[in-house]
C-alpha cells in the first residue's frame, strides 16, 4: 500500500518561507500525480498546487500562484511544496495526494492521502 508522510510545516511570521516535502513509497512514486491540499480551521479542505509524473506540468490555486512552487524529484520519491511570501491565512494543515491523473487532483479524487503537516503564519 502506497504511503505518503508530509513534512516541513512550522510556524512562521507573514512574509516568510518553509518548504513542504511528501515522501512516498518508491514502486508507485513515479507513476503518480501529486498534489498538495490544505484545510484552515472551520473551512473545507481546498486544492493547492499539483504536478503530474512524466512532464512535470503543474496547476495551482490562483490564491498561491506565484507563491507557491509544487516540484518533485523522482530518483528521491518526494514532492516538494515551495511556499514563499505567506501570508495569515495561508494557516492550515497541509496534506500530500496521489492520482494517475493530474487533473483529478484538484477533485479530491485521490487515491491516496498524507496525515497532513501544519502550517502557522503570524501577523
Known amino acids: 500500500q502506497e504511503q505518503l508522510v508530509e513534512s516541513g510545516g512550522g510556524l512562521v511570521q507573514a512574509g516568510g518561507s518553509l518548504r513542504l516535502s511528501c515522501a512516498a513509497s518508491?514502486?508507485?512514486?513515479?507513476?503518480?500525480?501529486m498534489g498538495w491540499f490544505r484545510q484552515a480551521p472551520g473551512k473545507e479542505r481546498e486544492f493547492v498546487a499539483a504536478i503530474d509524473s512524466r512532464y512535470y506540468r503543474t496547476e495551482y490555486q490562483d490564491s498561491v500562484k506565484g507563491r507557491f512552487t509544487i516540484s518533485r524529484d523522482n530518483a528521491k520519491n518526494t514532492v516538494y511544496l515551495q511556499m514563499n511570501t505567506l501570508k495569515p491565512e495561508d494557516t492550515a494543515v497541509y496534506y500530500c495526494?496521489?492520482?494517475?491523473?493530474?487533473?483529478?487532483?484538484?477533485?479530491?479524487?485521490?487515491?491516496?492521502w498524507g496525515q497532513g503537516t501544519q502550517v502557522t503564519v503570524s501577523s
Open positions: 518508491r514502486r508507485t512514486f513515479s507513476s503518480y500525480a
Open positions: 495526494a496521489a492520482h494517475e491523473i493530474l487533473a483529478s487532483i484538484r477533485l479530491g479524487r485521490n487515491r491516496y
